[in-house]
């Protein structure tokens, strides 16, 4: 729910977390919902200095929100290719028009975090609008462990660092 402050452009949004100042030109327009919410489609991505979390809050329902990352962050090899019907739902016309987010559940004890990558949800920032797909296949899936994944990535990106110093290091022969 909007109450208009009178500001050109801006609105302030009531949440559940208190009240947030967006402009109305980040508003994302999500065609067919996210999935369970299909009567809700206009969303504001509301990103937090020095977090890699995002909130997704609804625009029309202040009690629905979902905690987001970028996929990557969780596993660098995260790769989502769009059909060409999922191209046209989002206009996008190049990848750099895309960002993409997994939803991620909080349970009581949040060493547990999971993110659903699986189902991502990709905006089309230049044009505001969003979707979430469902990618088949069994590379992932809607539980990662949001913890666990990072460390593994860590770990691996740690790896592949050394493997390309070693690789500098050996000296050409002639």
């Keep these: 729910m ?23 030109d980040q508003i ?9 919410f299909g009567d ?3 969303y504001v991505l509301v990103e937090r200095e020095n ?25 660098a090899d995260y790769e989502v290719e769009l059909s060409d019907e999922e191209i046209e739902l989002l206009q996008i ?15 009581e004890n949040v060493a ?3 993110v659903n990558l699986q189902a991502p949800v990709v905006i089309n920032t230049k044009d505001k609008l969003g979707a979430q797909l469902i ?3 069994d590379k992932y899936h809607t539980k990662h ?14 790896q592949k660092s050394k493997e390309q110093q070693s690789a500098e290091e050996v000296p050409e022969s002639v």
């Design 40 to 42: 809700y489609h206009r």
């Design 112 to 114: 547990e975090m999971t």
């Design 145 to 158: 462990n949001v913890l666990a994944e990072m460390h593994k990535n860590a770990y691996l990106l740690q």
């Design 51 to 75: 977090s890699s979390f995002c909130l997704l809050q609804s625009v029309d329902e202040p009690g629905l929100s979902f905690v987001v990352i970028m996929p990557e962050l969780v596993r």
């Design 28 to 36: 994302i327009n999500f065609p067919r919902g996210i999935l369970g």
């Design 2 to 24: 909007f109450v208009d402050k009178g500001e050109v452009g801006k609105v302030q949004l009531e949440t559940r977390f208190g009240t947030i100042a967006v402009e109305e």
């Design 135 to 137: 990618i088949s296949g």
């Design 93 to 107: 016309g190049s990848p750099e028009d895309g960002r993409v987010f997994g939803i991620v559940t909080i349970p």
